[in-house]
């Protein structure tokens, strides 16, 4: 028995891929103005290069455009250039065949030199059916320039898989393409409607884009504007027909840079500052990055949906990708990125992940964080009003962004126990320049604001030593803290956490620290008895020199901060006994230590732990027995 192996060809449904292409593909239906308005630029691209060597082809019209139009009464959308058109064969291999991309062709036969000055867009060879979504009817007329009137083409189609073709008269080069639109779709004979969709997808566009002029004022020229739009007599460019970005640095100027900003973030107030940057090699891409002088109000609500920046594939925008070229600790920046090579769907509304996406992403943050550092050096006034507006949504990096974590960390700013007020904030690496002598760590604490930090018990013996404490009060702190756990080479320690280690730094040795204990030993189990389940443990505290008690928790513990924050979340957070450290010289230690009567001395020891409880900002489970204690021992006082 014999076996014949034979290789032939796919084949398809031609009106079913025609089908899928406009009812599938496409997201969006307003697309299909962009896709068509790209196809018109390549169109204009292509006379441009091609009248370099052939001058003749512009026949006295240099003036290359695209002209949009609509007829509200036969419900149409015209859309027509003067570009390079198409000969009746080129019409058949670019239109009538799905898929086949005229400009891919044009690209593969200029040379590399003339690849690199070209903004031609089109690649995938479907962007033209695009039509389809909206319209029930295309017809498209052309004729190649250079060529005679009589070599005109008008192709028509239904979209049903079937296309007529024949050859006519026409007067002016180009290509023109006619929309009968859909049932449904009258938004897009809008005047309106079609300047926005322009001014979104097209605006920079390296030629302009012309629509009828408008009337405003009186409703009743409402059909005079109808006749101006048909006769096309009197045209406005509605685009900016440039990309700032894409001009040289020193050709810009401040007030262009910011206007620039204003336009696309839609911001009144100035930038802060901004970073422009061309690069060419494996991958070409420009970026246009802002940092804004304000935050928004909705700053930490936009986590998971973030906009502002614009990706942009030659001058065409793409859509707002800030999820996809930055990290989620910076989606503050506002600006576009606009790129040469970079992989997306078919229809041009997904990126595409692989190894050059990854490699803008990591680009366009390295910028970011180097015009933070430039203004940490150079400018400290506006990096401090960034830090003011953007700083607790930048410390997300300290956790999240492994890989430059060290920048990030170098770039974090805090309040301590030597600062005057909240507003004066200082660096790790100025903490670290002034470290006390035999100082081994960077000593911070966790609180719910500024002045519950720095009046925190847990700080009097460093205070009384004269060592700073970073104070950490923004509420992202805590987790914060839990993954920044060094810099510099010393550890980060929270004084709030496990036992402080003073003896380097002129604090009692063990010896005297056993003392201490075996002094207290007494009032230790009292405390022990009377508090029963309520802690973990009570011992005597290095922290203390004037209080009477503060609560703590073991080093690996989760802090008192964080364990608020979860729960405030709705997380379910296992119930943590707290560590009672106590100072057995303070007035009312001492007193709960001789206090005879039960009931008082009971009251005085959960007084104790509700006051140490308070500052540490930890609700109590019963403020009103709270308040009865407190009245019950100002009613005994003498």
């Known amino acids: 028995m014999t076996t014949t192996t034979e290789t032939r060809k796919f084949e398809a449904e031609t009106a079913q891929v025609l089908h899928l292409v406009t009812h599938s593909l496409y997201s969006h239906k307003e697309i299909f103005l962009r896709e068509l308005i790209s196809n018109a630029a390549d169109a204009c691209d292509k006379l441009r290069f091609e009248a370099i060597g052939k001058p003749d082809l512009l026949g006295g019209d240099g003036n290359l455009r695209i002209d949009i139009g609509f007829d509200k009464d036969a419900r149409t959308i015209t859309i027509h250039d003067n570009g390079i058109g198409m000969t009746r064969d080129e019409v058949v291999a670019n239109i009538g065949t799905i898929a086949s991309s005229g400009t891919r062709k044009f690209l593969e036969a200029l040379s590399a030199e003339q690849k690199?000055?070209?903004?031609?867009?089109?690649?995938?060879?479907?962007?033209?059916?695009?039509?389809?979504?909206?319209?029930?009817?295309?017809?498209?007329?052309?004729?190649?320039?250079?060529?005679?009137?009589?070599?005109?083409?008008?192709?028509?189609s239904e979209g049903t898989g079937e296309y007529t073709l024949e050859t006519i008269e026409e007067a002016q080069r180009g290509t023109t393409i006619t929309l009968h639109l859909k049932s449904g779709e009258d938004e897009f004979l809008q005047s309106w409607q079609l300047r926005s969709l322009i001014a979104r997808y097209s605006d920079h566009i390296g030629f302009p884009i012309r629509m009828?002029?408008?009337?405003?004022?009186?409703?009743?020229?409402?059909?005079?504007?109808?006749?101006?739009?048909?006769?096309?007599?009197?045209?406005?460019?509605?685009?900016?027909?440039?990309?700032?970005?894409t001009r040289p640095k020193g050709e810009l100027t401040d007030e262009e840079y910011q206007n620039f900003y204003k336009h696309i973030s839609h911001d009144y107030s100035d930038a802060l500052a901004w970073t422009?940057?061309?690069?060419?090699?494996?991958?070409?891409?420009?970026?246009?990055?802002?940092?804004?002088?304000?935050?928004?109000?909705?700053?930490?609500?936009?986590?998971?949906?973030?906009?502002?920046?614009?990706?942009?594939?030659?001058?065409?925008?793409?859509?707002?990708?800030?999820?996809?070229?930055?990290?989620?600790?910076?989606?503050?920046?506002?600006?576009?990125?606009?790129?040469?090579?970079?992989?997306?769907?078919?229809?041009?509304?997904?990126l595409q992940q692989n190894r050059n996406l990854d490699k803008l992403r990591a680009a366009c943050t390295k910028r970011v964080l180097d015009l933070l550092d430039k203004l940490a050096k150079d400018e400290p006034e506006k990096f401090a009003t960034f830090w003011k507006e953007f700083g607790t949504t930048f410390k997300e990096g300290a956790a999240e962004d492994f890989a430059n974590k060290e920048r990030i960390a170098k770039l974090l700013r805090f309040a301590s126990t030597?600062?005057?007020?909240?507003?004066?904030?200082?660096?790790?690496?100025?903490?670290?320049?002034?470290?006390?002598?035999?100082?081994?760590?960077?000593?911070?604490?966790?609180?719910?604001?500024?002045?519950?930090?720095?009046?925190?018990?847990?700080?009097?013996?460093?205070?009384?030593?004269?060592?700073?404490?970073?104070?950490m009060v923004d509420r992202i702190d805590d987790w914060m803290s839990s993954y920044l756990t060094e810099y510099g080479g010393k550890k980060l320690r929270n004084v709030g956490k496990?036992?402080?280690?003073?003896?380097?730094?002129?604090?009692?040795?063990?010896?005297?620290?056993?003392?201490?204990?075996?002094?207290?030993?007494?009032?230790?189990?009292?405390?022990?008895?009377?508090l029963g389940e309520r802690v973990r443990d009570v011992r005597v505290s290095e922290r203390l020199t004037e209080s009477p008690a503060c609560v703590v928790v073991d080093d690996h513990d989760m802090g008192l901060a964080m364990q608020r924050l979860l729960r405030q979340a709705g997380h379910d957070v296992p119930s943590s006994k707290p560590i009672l450290e106590?100072?057995?010289?303070?007035?009312?230690?001492?007193?709960?230590?001789?206090?005879?009567?039960?009931?008082?001395?009971?009251?005085?020891?959960?007084?104790?732990?509700?006051?140490?409880?308070?500052?540490?900002?930890?609700?109590?489970?019963?403020?009103?027995?709270?308040?009865?204690?407190?009245n019950s021992l100002l009613s005994a006082a003498p």
């Not at 479907?126 to 008008?154: I, P, Q």
């Not at 960077?442 to 002045?451: F, S």
């Open 498 to 530: 496990g036992d402080l280690d003073l003896g380097k730094l002129g604090g009692a040795d063990d010896g005297a620290r056993k003392q201490a204990e075996a002094a207290a030993e007494g009032i230790l189990k009292k405390l022990k008895d009377l």
């Open 582 to 630: 106590i100072n057995p010289h303070h007035v009312l230690v001492q007193r709960l230590e001789h206090e005879a009567d039960a009931a008082r001395a009971s009251d005085l020891a959960q007084l104790l732990l509700d006051q140490a409880q308070l500052l540490e900002g930890v609700a109590l489970d019963d403020p009103a027995a709270y308040v009865r204690r407190v």
């Open 212 to 245: 009828p002029k408008e009337k405003f004022g009186d409703t009743s020229d409402e059909k005079d504007q109808d006749a101006d739009a048909k006769a096309g007599d009197s045209w406005e460019v509605v685009n900016q027909a440039s990309a700032l970005w």
């Open 276 to 350: 422009h940057n061309r690069v060419e090699g494996t991958q070409n891409f420009t970026s246009l990055l802002y940092l804004p002088s304000k935050a928004p109000f909705d700053m930490l609500m936009g986590r998971d949906e973030r906009k502002g920046l614009k990706l942009y594939v030659k001058r065409v925008f793409i859509m707002d990708a800030a999820e996809q070229l930055l990290p989620a600790y910076l989606r503050f920046v506002r600006g576009v990125v606009d790129s040469d090579d970079l992989p997306l769907n078919v229809s041009r509304e997904i």
């Open 116 to 156: 690199a000055d070209a903004n031609l867009i089109g690649q995938f060879g479907v962007g033209f059916y695009s039509a389809f979504v909206v319209a029930d009817k295309v017809t498209l007329v052309s004729r190649k320039a250079g060529a005679d009137a009589s070599d005109g083409v008008r192709w028509e």
């Open 418 to 471: 030597k600062s005057e007020s909240d507003a004066q904030i200082v660096s790790l690496d100025d903490y670290i320049g002034r470290m006390a002598e035999g100082q081994d760590a960077i000593y911070y604490i966790t609180a719910n604001g500024y002045a519950a930090a720095k009046g925190s018990p847990q700080l009097e013996a460093l205070n009384a030593r004269g060592i700073e404490v970073l104070l």
